[in-house]
């Protein structure tokens, strides 16, 4: 299946749940070459993922890596959205497990949940694996995320390397429009984020929930620039987090590049094709990425092996086709867990051919 590389999302369309799988799957067929994750398996079955939304671009990003990978090693792919409603997934899951798929992979909304699934789907035999947002409880076969702790570490002392070099020393006023505590993943980013910042007692950290909603991040971030007009930096952990600080700063002309005196600091978590453009525009200092297409593509190859009779490995996976290129596979009480590690988009590597977002645009098409 071909299609123009002109298509494009927008992000509005994303907000109002008008994106649907079918337009998501409407896009060249070019992917990565089947270099990008090696190995056999493969061969008929139905390859279930469990959604947990398509209204953000980096899901519908997500979604597609699944789909591409699965239909490359010759599954039928099928895909549920949960509209970011745990209980639906919850529903999601379980009628997914009724298909009797090859195997079946989530994303979860509630990192606890879906614990009573994995448990049933070990019991049926379907290989299960987790994207993203691990499970806090219970054990599937498979799980890819990055390491969300870190990551939030990573954005706190870019922060503070930044205002050290204004100041002179570590001081001045930061946002953390932190996400949906439900989340182990936004909850890890936010402890790692605020743990570094509480090591320096003259920065005043402003601590406020965005649930992950862009409106919200707008409304929030509006409400702390009115009460810190001189507010030296923000952080959010995820780009459609980011996209809302933005706005709030353009409203009150603060979107301002890295060699204006009145810059504000910003970093973010994702790498987007969007948050790209931002570090070229120099409106974000530094974005600590994480790849949802190789969560997708990574993930399905292991299950696909997995069902084909190959066990997951442990040790160091390997790969240069990804940015990170290297990223270990250990046995945790969740089952086995790669966790890629984070890493810094800034001026230096935006361009690489490898990050995500210039793999969606330049291989895939897709336009944000």
């Not at 899901?59 to 990978?69: G, I, M």
């Not at 599937?140 to 990573?154: C, H, K, P, Q, S």
């Not at 070099?165 to 890890?188: P, Q």
């Not at 959010?236 to 504000?264: E, F």
């Amino acid at each position: 299946m071909t299609t123009s590389p002109s298509t494009v999302f927008s992000r509005r369309s994303f907000g109002r749940g008008a994106l649907g799988l079918g337009a998501a799957a409407a896009l060249a067929a070019c992917g990565r070459s089947t270099s990008a994750a090696p190995g056999g398996g493969g061969g008929g079955g139905t390859a279930a993922y469990a959604n947990k939304g398509m209204n953000y671009f980096f899901f519908v990003v997500q979604s597609e890596a699944v789909k591409r990978k699965s239909e490359e090693l010759g599954h039928t792919f099928k895909t549920t959205d949960a509209k970011f409603d745990s209980s639906a997934q919850f529903d999601n899951w379980n009628s997914l497990l009724i298909a009797k798929p090859v195997f079946l992979i989530a994303d979860p909304i509630d990192s606890e949940g879906l614990a009573p699934l994995a448990q049933k789907a070990k019991t049926q035999k379907v290989p299960t694996g987790i994207i993203d947002t691990p499970l806090t409880k219970g054990e599937v076969d498979f799980t890819i995320a990055f390491d969300n702790l870190r990551g939030g570490e990573m954005a706190a002392e870019k922060i503070v390397e930044l205002l050290r070099k204004k100041y002179g020393s570590e001081k001045g006023t930061v946002l953390n429009g932190y996400g949906a505590l439900s989340s182990s993943a936004w909850r890890a980013r936010k402890e790692g984020f605020e743990g570094v910042l509480a090591k320096y007692p003259d920065i005043k950290l402003i601590s406020r929930p965005t649930e992950g909603d862009e409106a919200t991040a707008v409304s929030v971030t509006g409400a702390t620039l009115a009460e810190f007009p001189d507010l030296d930096a923000a952080h959010a952990p995820s780009d459609s987090i980011t996209r809302g600080v933005i706005t709030a700063l353009r409203s009150k002309n603060k979107a301002l590049p890295k060699d204006d005196p009145d810059h504000v600091f910003l970093t973010s978590i994702d790498g987007e094709p969007q948050s790209l453009q931002w570090i070229k525009d120099g409106l974000v200092d530094a974005e600590v990425s994480q790849d949802p297409v190789a969560y997708g593509e990574i993930c399905v190859q292991m299950l696909s092996d997995l069902a084909a009779g190959k066990p997951i490995p442990t040790g160091d996976y390997a790969n240069a086709a990804y940015y990170w290129e290297k990223a270990p596979i250990t046995s945790t009480p969740q089952g086995p867990s790669c966790v890629v590690p984070p890493f810094f988009i800034d001026e230096s590597n935006v361009d690489d051919p490898r990050q995500w977002g210039n793999v969606v645009v330049q291989k895939w098409g897709l336009k944000q």
